[in-house]
């Protein structure tokens, strides 16, 4: 499966790569919300996953969204933001438009790992040896 | 709730240290810092009018990118750099965005070289804080532009 990382920071994606390929993920990422709907309808029966900033040019985070929902005709892609966005009407506004669950940068991986798992995220752990 | 110095710096603490694992402390103010160095701004409007400035000497922002990247400093590129500058700054301003009361929203990070153009030139008066990051000097400032005028 694939989980596909859009944020427009390239040092922000390597730090989600790291913590989500781990787990088993084949990993897409794209610099904004446009180039990530390219990526998602080139493999939409293969994401599982979408971590998604808000913050970004061309289409940002928000927009992504109400995007990916209203093409979806069945499955659920996991979306999952992750913004220093805590303004309670915008975060009201991306439950709305569909996200499943948020996480606020700055974050940890225990963080990230937690609320992956409280959406119910498939994670091959890898074993320790 | 406005923005005081403690709040600031627990700000940058949470994400320098907190989520990537700098070292991060209080200094004096190194004037050097000002050099050789890039600045990243993000600028906040409607509730709270504001920018918020990271200035960071290329040792510093060397480190911080090598960090991120998980990468040699010899090995990063001048747009790395910059990038990993520039997401500091939005996860500074953005959280200090969400401190102060009022629906405002956040620009892209904008990175270059330190001009030391107004407001954040010599003449500053806005908030600043100074930082050993890595050993090396980081400054963050906040201008409240709805105070301009006073
Ligand atoms: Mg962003």
Not at chain 2, 112 to 140: H, M, R, W, Y
């Amino acid at each position: 499966m694939y989980a596909l990382i859009i944020d427009d920071s390239r040092a922000m994606r390597k730090i989600l790569r790291q913590i989500v390929e781990p787990l088993g993920f084949q990993i897409l990422e794209a610099g904004h919300g446009q180039e990530g709907l390219e990526l998602l309808n080139e493999r939409r029966s293969e994401v599982e996953l979408c971590l998604v900033d808000w913050n970004m040019p061309v289409m940002n985070g928000l927009e992504f969204v109400k995007t990916v929902r209203k093409q979806e005709q069945e499955g659920h892609i996991k979306l999952m933001m992750v913004t220093t966005e805590t303004e309670p009407a915008q975060m009201a506004r991306a439950l709305m438009a569909g996200v499943d669950e948020f996480v606020m940068k700055p974050f940890t991986r225990d963080i990230l790992l937690e609320k992956l798992r409280l959406i119910g995220v498939s994670m091959q752990l890898p074993v320790a040896n | 709730m406005t923005i005081d110095q403690q709040t600031l710096q627990q700000v940058v603490t949470d994400v320098c240290s907190g989520m990537l694992g700098l070292e991060v402390e209080p200094s004096e103010k190194d004037n050097a810092a000002t050099g050789d160095a890039l600045s990243a701004v993000v600028k906040i409007s409607g509730g709270w009018d504001s920018l918020v400035q990271v200035l960071a000497p290329r040792k510093t922002a060397k480190a911080i990118a090598s960090t991120m990247f998980a990468m040699n400093e010899d090995e990063l590129t001048e747009a790395e750099i910059r990038d990993a500058v520039g997401e500091i700054v939005n996860m500074v301003g953005g959280n200090l965005k969400g401190i102060v009361e009022g629906d405002s929203s956040l620009s892209l990070p904008c990175v270059g070289e330190a001009t030391g153009s107004a407001p954040f030139d010599e003449n500053f008066k806005g908030l600043e804080i100074s930082n050993s990051c890595q050993g090396d000097p980081l400054i963050v400032r906040v201008f409240d532009r709805s105070r301009c005028e006073s």
